[in-house]
Structures are given as structure tokens and as C-alpha cells.
């Protein structure tokens, strides 16, 4: 018998946040176990934002619906549906949301995604 070449995610972990934002891992650290590459659906509400951070791997973001900030070493992007873009490991980046509707966007880590590689700022 032969075994299958793919695997299907159809419940994604959920990551439990406290700040409103959706986080839906399909393959990934938290959901497979995968250490090179982590996908992410996301939901930023309006107003979200988060700290700086300089995370130790490169992040792809796709945006869906809506808008999103990012602060890149002092440089201010705004992305909107349709548009995407890549943020090399060790650049100093802040994610935000100031618009009034929610943002949704696909996020790519590689390697995956792990908490004690963003390097958060206080």
C-alpha cells in the first residue's frame, strides 16, 4: 500500500492571542510539527498593532482584504489587497493594523515561525 504524497489541513491550530488578532497555523511549528516553513491565515482587527520586533527568519505576507502598516527600519508601508511582500530575518519591523476595518492576509515563515525567534521590544 501505498502512502499519500500530500496531506490536506482542514483545522489549522489556532493561536490563542489576547489581543483580538486571528491566527490560524495550517503547517508549521504548532500545527505539524514543520520547522521549515510556517503558514499562517491572519485577521487583524482594526487598531491592532504590535511591538517592534526583529524576528530570525524571513516573513512573506499576502494581503486578502483590508490594509496593513509595517514599520520597516523607520520606513512606513502600507499594503492593500493584492499586494504582498517579503521582510528579510533580522530587519527591525513593527505590524499594524490603524485602519478602521479588519485586515486579512496569508503569512510564510521560513523556517517556521517560533515565539522565541521575534525578538520582541518591550
Not at 494581503?63 to 489587497?81: P, S
Not at 493584492?82 to 521582510?87: D, F
Request: glycine fraction near 4%.
Amino acid at each position: 500500500m501505498s502512502t499519500k504524497k500530500y496531506k490536506i489541513q482542514n483545522s489549522p491550530f489556532v493561536v490563542p492571542t489576547t489581543d483580538g488578532k486571528l491566527i490560524e497555523e495550517h503547517f508549521g511549528q504548532a500545527s505539524d510539527g514543520n520547522s521549515e516553513i510556517s503558514i499562517a491565515h491572519m485577521v487583524a482587527p482594526a487598531n491592532w498593532k504590535e511591538p517592534f520586533q526583529t524576528p530570525e527568519f524571513d516573513e512573506y505576507t499576502y494581503i486578502i482584504k483590508g490594509k496593513k502598516q509595517f514599520i520597516i527600519d523607520g520606513e512606513t508601508i502600507i499594503l492593500e489587497a493584492g499586494q504582498s511582500i517579503k521582510i528579510e530575518k533580522n530587519t527591525r519591523v513593527q505590524y499594524s493594523n490603524p485602519f478602521t476595518i479588519a485586515c486579512e492576509y496569508l503569512s510564510v515563515c521560513t523556517p517556521a515561525f517560533s515565539i522565541d525567534k521575534v525578538n520582541r521590544e518591550d
